[in-house]
């Protein structure tokens, strides 16, 4: 039963492979058969792929006190601002222990998460949980536990005589760290960062091992130091979550302290990525519409010129006036900068073009059953627009012959927070694996969807039966 349910919901959300589903039915029988955990909550997450946000795919109730849950959450989602150690250890591969949290029950919890992997790699999570709804104003005040014995040093005096006047008014996170590794002051942007990662409460008094943003832990950092490996003056760029930041570490012997202070490099990085992502699909859009089209359109003016019959003239004519409007909408997709477009509109542009091109086609049928309430930004339109326009021209051209009666179906549905679109022609089918290797389109499908969609494809293809192109993302 419980394997089952671990493998069906791995299977929905995730791409784990069968080895890694059967190392996560592992854990969670050895927690079954544990004497482990009988006053916690014990749970199993896996990362939902279209989402990125954790999912439940395994529960274990404590065998001595009252769950902390009354409903079932199995299936369910962990969304980064309510447990914000989950996708911590998922990202970084460290233990989260200690960390506040709220469930999908809205109670306040404290968590142990423990990463679980399989060939390096963080396959899923375990969780254990606590209630703490008792010491809940305990958690949210300040604490000066560890204070208390431990003398502030210059440098935090300092801070705090010009809290308000420099130290809160940078933009830099700066977060300082005594001999033992536990946080001892913080600066508002760096409260403001650890927010936005999900973390609940006042963070003074945790870990560095439970702050790091990358694999490091603080252990490792005074052992590389010790041995002369450490340089003050680096500075390592990192990704946490959509977050990327300049990170530079110091031991300050004098004041025997530890800062880290990150700089916010997010908005520079998507720039960055945005102009690359620009520039891509403008070479690419140049290669695939204009350029070849453009050949096309010379070839077929030349060949008007040629004729002697007015007919065949004016046939060729309007032949170059079809590739002409298809590179005139090809070209409108590309610049689109307006947000909130209706993918409807935009598939149906795109499946009149095709037809258009493939007049000498009619035996050849399209049919759309695509959502009207499906609303994406234009950057990701054009790239859908490009997609399902490869796709469709590759069944046009291969998937049926000269005199073949094709139907092609093209779909689009919205489910939770993942739209799904469907090519599926009924004509004769390919050799995936060797086609996907020298197939330009298909390459240029594979790089799109990946790339700028950030999902996933499935194509299946036989010669029985067809074609079959699915692609999923994140909405």
């Known amino acids: 039963m419980i394997k089952a349910q671990i493998a069906e919901l791995c299977q929905k ?5 069968e080895e890694d589903i059967a190392e996560i039915s592992f854990q969670a029988s050895k927690i079954e058969m544990s004497p482990m ?3 916690q909550d014990a749970f199993i997450d896996i990362i939902n792929i279209y989402t990125s946000e954790a999912v439940v795919i395994y529960h274990k109730p404590p065998l001595t006190i009252p769950s902390l849950y009354k409903e079932t959450v199995v299936g369910k989602a962990a969304k980064r601002e309510n447990e914000p150690g989950v ?3 998922f ?14 029950e809205d109670k306040l919890i404290r968590q142990k998460v423990y990463p679980i992997r399989n060939h390096k790699r963080n396959i ?17 005040e300040v604490s000066n536990k560890y204070q208390d014995f431990v003398e502030v040093s210059s440098v935090l005096q300092a801070i705090d005589s010009f809290n308000e006047s420099i130290v809160d008014n940078l933009n830099d996170g700066i977060l300082i760290f005594d001999e033992a590794g536990y946080l001892l002051q913080k600066n508002k942007a760096a409260d403001s960062y650890y927010e936005a990662f999900g973390y609940i409460g006042n963070i003074i008094g945790l870990h560095y091992d439970n702050l790091s943003l990358d694999l490091s832990t603080f252990e490792q950092l005074v052992y590389l130091r010790s041995i002369g490996k450490w340089s003050n003056s680096e500075i390592k760029e990192i990704k946490f979550d959509t977050y990327y930041f300049a990170m530079k570490q110091i031991f300050v012997d004098k004041e025997n302290v530890f800062i880290m202070m990150l700089q916010d490099k997010t908005e520079i990085k998507n720039k960055e990525a945005e102009i690359i992502s620009k520039s891509v699909a403008i070479r690419e859009i140049h290669h695939r519409v204009k350029n070849n089209l453009q050949s096309v359109v010379s ?3 030349i060949q008007a010129r040629r004729c002697e019959s007015q007919e065949a ?7 170059v006036s079809r590739i002409l409007a298809i590179s005139a909408t090809h070209e409108l997709l590309s610049k689109q900068v307006e947000d909130g477009i209706q993918l409807k509109t935009v598939l149906e542009s795109v499946v009149y073009n095709i037809q258009r091109c493939f007049l000498d086609r009619n035996h050849i049928t399209v049919v759309s059953d695509v959502s009207p309430d499906i609303v994406i930004d234009s950057d990701r339109t054009v790239a859908i627009a490009l997609i399902v326009n490869e796709l469709l021209q590759n069944s046009y051209d291969h998937a049926f012959g000269n005199e073949q009666v094709g139907l092609i179906k ?15 022609d009924d004509g004769t089918g390919f050799d995936v694996k060797k086609v996907s290797t020298t197939s330009l389109g298909l390459q240029i499908v594979n790089s799109y969807v990946k790339d700028k969609l950030r999902g996933k494809i499935k194509i299946k293809s036989k010669e029985e039966t067809g074609t079959s192109t699915r692609f999923f993302f994140k909405n």
């Open 37 to 39: 955990y009988s006053e």
């Open 299 to 301: 070839l077929l003016r």
């Open 91 to 104: 990202e970084t591969a460290l233990n989260s222990e200690g960390l506040l949290a709220r469930n999908q």
């Open 313 to 319: 003239k004016t046939a060729l004519n309007e032949s």
């Open 410 to 424: 093209l779909t689009a549905q919205a489910e939770e927070k993942v739209i799904t679109i469907s090519v599926i």
């Open 87 to 89: 996708l911590r250890t």
């Open 124 to 140: 899923a999570v375990l969780i254990v949980e606590e209630d703490v709804s008792q010491t809940i104003k305990e958690s949210f």
């Open 13 to 17: 959300y995730s791409d784990l492979t």
